[in-house]
């Protein structure tokens, strides 16, 4: 992928982090479109006492979530910012928070659960090839199941901040490249980007799958 555009995206991260600070605008999501997307990756499977790495944590939102819904597990969360990395080990002294580029630098350990949360809705040149390569990585380092989301393709209303994924194609990525055992749901009928959320306009609200690397193993993912 062109590093450069990549750079221009965590630039424009850090700005937002400068300017907004411990609010929902630092990671250009409401509180409640975050939420629902936490609520909805977490079906992913019990957590609890699993080690579960959030790529691209942000200021660190997830991990309080987790921890309220499962107890006890072992989070680790990075991201490219570094100012937002160094505020999330200021805030959750007890969880583990690294700047880490996984482009740059293969982790030396695996996770049972990776998840990516909003990661993909950044619109810049290539995001299509982003998204497969971070995939790609990701599925590398879990050994029970990846889960993410994303903006489909099939809304009525788009944003030109925000991209937009055909979620066939999605899918398609993943049983040929990652795992037969993926599973796509996408009924949702949430608003979820932030500046529609006041108008009632309905989009198709966020795609989310799950892949899983369970042997026969049961298991769902949404997307909507
Ligand atoms: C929209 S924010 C979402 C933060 C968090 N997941 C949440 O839901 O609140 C996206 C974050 O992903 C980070 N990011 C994007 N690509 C990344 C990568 N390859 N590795 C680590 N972090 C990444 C960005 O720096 C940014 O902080």
């Not at 949702?188 to 309905?202: A, K, Q």
Request: hydrophobic share 35%.
């Amino acid at each position: 992928m062109d590093l450069q555009v990549r750079d221009c995206m965590t630039a424009d991260y850090r700005k937002r982090f400068q300017k907004y600070g411990d609010a929902p605008e630092s990671v250009g999501i409401s509180s409640a479109g975050q939420r629902f997307r936490f609520r909805k990756l977490v079906k992913i499977g019990d957590l609890r006492n699993r080690r579960v790495l959030d790529l691209g944590c942000g200021i660190g939102d997830f991990y309080p979530f987790l921890i309220e819904k499962f107890g006890q597990l072992d989070y680790t969360g990075i991201d490219l910012v570094s100012e937002m990395v160094e505020f999330d080990k200021n805030k959750y002294p007890k969880a583990r928070f690294l700047h880490h580029d996984l482009f740059a630098e293969p982790l030396a350990e695996t996770f049972d659960y990776v998840m990516i949360s909003t990661v993909f809705n950044y619109a810049m040149p290539g995001s299509g090839e982003y998204m497969r390569e971070l995939l790609t990585h990701a599925f590398h380092y879990c050994t029970r199941g990846l889960g993410f989301n994303f903006l489909p393709t099939l809304v009525n209303f788009t944003e030109p901040e925000m991209a937009y994924y055909d979620p066939a194609q999605v899918l398609d990525f993943c049983i040929q490249n990652l795992t037969r055992k993926v599973v796509i749901h996408h009924h949702y009928e949430r608003v979820d980007v932030r500046s529609l959320s006041t108008d009632n306009r309905l989009v198709s609200g966020p795609g989310l799958s799950h892949l899983s690397r369970q042997v026969g193993g049961f298991w769902q993912g949404e997307i909507g």
